[in-house]
């Protein structure tokens, strides 16, 4: 579990590694929340021009949540899951929070 702060609001990013996954739960606050779900495969197991995620259920924060899963997947070399669960639409200071701490908690591969 990793948190981070920003203009008075907290932000909570927890990761489930498993033996070919990897699972990145990143919220507004300090509960665990399903929010916007995206599925990302490493690049390495796509064809050119294939697009690397999908975005599973929801719609805010559509964008993070498929960036978020695309950088774990490729840092890990794993299947990788991420839910974004942000309070606003487009809400572009919490995105940059969730992308500071998906770069935080990422493992090396």
């Known amino acids: 579990m990793e948190t981070l702060e920003r203009e008075g609001r907290l932000f909570t990013a927890y990761l489930l590694e498993l ?43 559509s964008n993070i949540a498929r960036i978020s899963a695309e950088y774990l997947a ?4 794993k299947i990788a899951v991420a839910s974004v669960f942000l309070r606003k639409d487009e809400d572009l200071e919490g995105g940059k929070a969730v992308l500071d701490l998906v770069k935080k908690l990422c493992p090396e591969s």
């Open 74 to 77: 490729n840092k890990t070399g």
């Open 19 to 61: 033996e070919n996954a990897i699972i990145g739960f990143f919220c507004e606050g300090e509960a665990v929340k399903l929010g916007t779900l995206a599925l990302a495969l490493p690049q390495r197991f796509l064809s050119p021009g294939q697009p690397a995620s999908s975005l599973l259920i929801g719609y805010r924060s």
